[in-house]
């Protein structure tokens, strides 16, 4: 039979599904919006159907039926954890693509999780209902400061407030209240003890209620304002022992559930004490999926596809290994520095290639970025036989991108990357709290240099024009030492940036003089 499945999202995410659903020999189709009118990923679509937007349940439900759609996959974000949504996917007889509506709503309650842990034998952290300051206060007195105020229902680093002492207590409650009940419609609260320098360690699961198979864990732990940036599969700080642990501990709660389909078991991992705490369930699929793909081989969009058509997950636990070290960069459409979102068209694109190199976008030349959705464009994932030669390989993929038209985050990911604190897998959740100042420099002494280098070989032979610009310049002696080759390489590149920016060729140009 072949299967018709509609792709309830938009951008890299849905590309990636599509791939997927063709290589099962099935159909993709889509949605889109007015505003996606020209996206990438439409094109990669049999069919798709514009709908008002991507969080309009109504819509979405009708465009299913209008395009005959058999199945529904809600990929990351949107709807993909919205219960509500999934329970009328199934009444309205389609096949959803993820876990079921109950067990859904049970991990988007981040305490009645906790509570399922705890019945499961699984290592948590203490924690305690808010329902006003004094409750912290009281919590406090037992477990001490700092806290971690947190929405019941939230995610993405929404309602969520670091508490030190009485005083923030009564200032920050009432600011995560709000903010939880604007982003999820739910001001429940609850508190725990904050562990100073955690790493984010999530294992991936698959299931059929019954089989439930871990695929090792991944590390999430570079972050900023509690938003993943570079995500790598295995976790560097877990010895053999501790994987094992934790993996199985993670299986042990999916069972306990019953978990259908794929989802990630959230942990806090504290490396001084070599200790880990069950922090939540998310039910779906990750971002960060590619890099366990990578380190099992295993498809797991494709295993979704089939756990939801066919009842059934095949792969057995002994089946699954770990080979190499794979990192990820997410690609934001963002300025490197205020991670203010950068919306435009992208003018010029070449994404790196090369082995062990993977590039899961849904940009192109000529793709305007609108500034309404996620300013995520595109992942970059690479693979290394170990973690070293991955750093190097993602240096090397970073240094290949290309991105011109809007600002992006890569000189934000190549300081991160290139920071001995990272490369030693040394890196916690606060890396970019503590090590911000360095970041900061290294981006800007490197975007001064760069732009030095393209306006002033722009101009190679305008003598005048290049003594204005470096003259006294600390850039001067860099410049001169650049080899002749170098020098024409940078200086073909210079002339294409210029020219573009300033508009005074056309492309039709650009190209004559390119060949």
Not at 150 to 171: L, P, S
Request: hydrophobic share 40%.
């Amino acid at each position: 039979m072949t299967l018709r499945i509609m792709i309830a999202n938009r951008g890299e995410i849905a590309i990636r599904i599509a791939r997927s659903i063709r290589e099962l020999g099935y159909v993709p189709l889509g949605i889109y919006t007015s505003i996606d009118k020209n996206s990438l990923h439409r094109k990669f679509m049999s069919e798709d159907y514009e709908v008002s937007n991507y969080l309009d349940i109504d819509d979405i439900i009708n465009a299913a039926i209008e395009l005959g759609a058999d199945a529904i996959h809600p990929g990351y974000g949107f709807l993909s954890e919205n219960p509500v949504f999934a329970k009328r996917v199934v009444e309205k007889g389609f096949i959803f693509i993820g876990p079921s509506p109950e067990v859904m709503e049970l991990a988007g309650d981040k305490v009645r999780a906790k509570k399922k842990a705890v019945e499961a034998e699984v290592p948590t952290l203490p924690w305690m209902n808010v329902n006003d300051p004094k409750d912290i206060v009281e919590f406090a007195k037992d477990h001490g400061y700092p806290v971690m105020l947190k929405a019941v229902g939230g995610g993405g680093g929404m309602g969520i407030r670091i508490i030190r002492n009485n005083e923030e207590a009564e200032k920050y409650y009432e600011q995560a209240r709000k903010e939880a009940e604007n982003a999820f419609k739910d001001a429940r609260l609850y508190v725990e003890p904050y562990i100073e320098n955690p790493k984010h360690i999530e294992v991936q699961i698959l299931g059929d209620g019954d089989n439930i198979i871990h695929l090792y864990e991944r590390d999430c732990s570079i972050q900023r304002r509690h938003q993943k940036i570079i995500e790598e599969a295995p976790s560097p700080a877990l010895t053999t022992q501790i994987r094992k642990s934790l993996t199985e501990d993670a299986v042990k709660l999916m069972k306990h559930i019953g978990y259908i389909n794929a989802g990630t078991v959230e942990m806090l991992y504290d490396p001084k004490h070599k200790k880990y705490y069950f922090m939540e369930i998310n039910a779906r699929l990750q971002v960060e999926h590619p890099v366990t793909e990578f380190i099992t081989g295993v498809d797991i969009v494709k295993q979704q596809i089939i756990i939801a058509t066919e009842g059934v997950l095949t792969l057995k636990q002994r089946q699954i290994s770990i080979r190499g070290h794979s990192i990820e960069a997410r690609i934001n459409a963002e300025n490197p520095l205020t991670l203010m979102p950068s919306p435009g068209t992208i003018t010029y694109y070449i994404e790196p290639s090369g082995p062990g190199v993977r590039v899961d976008s849904g940009v192109a030349s000529n793709s305007f970025v609108p500034g309404e959705y996620n300013p995520l464009i595109s992942k970059l994932i690479v693979w290394g036989s170990n973690r070293l030669e991955a750093i190097n390989r993602m240096k090397r993929a970073l240094s290949e991108y290309v991105i011109s038209g809007i600002q992006t985050n890569i000189p934000l990911l190549k300081a991160i990357i290139e920071h001995p604190v990272f490369i030693k897998g040394k890196h916690t959740t606060r890396f970019l709290e503590k090590y911000w100042n360095d970041i900061e420099e290294t981006i800007k002494k490197k975007e001064i240099l760069h732009m030095a280098i393209l306006i002033t070989l722009a101009y190679k032979g305008n003598t005048k024009m290049r003594s204005k610009l470096i003259s006294g310049s600390r850039y001067a002696a860099y410049l001169n030492g650049i080899e002749h080759t170098r020098i024409e390489s940078i200086k073909r590149r210079a002339w294409i940036y210029w020219a573009l920016i300033r508009g005074r060729v056309s492309r039709k140009q650009l190209r004559r003089r390119k060949r």
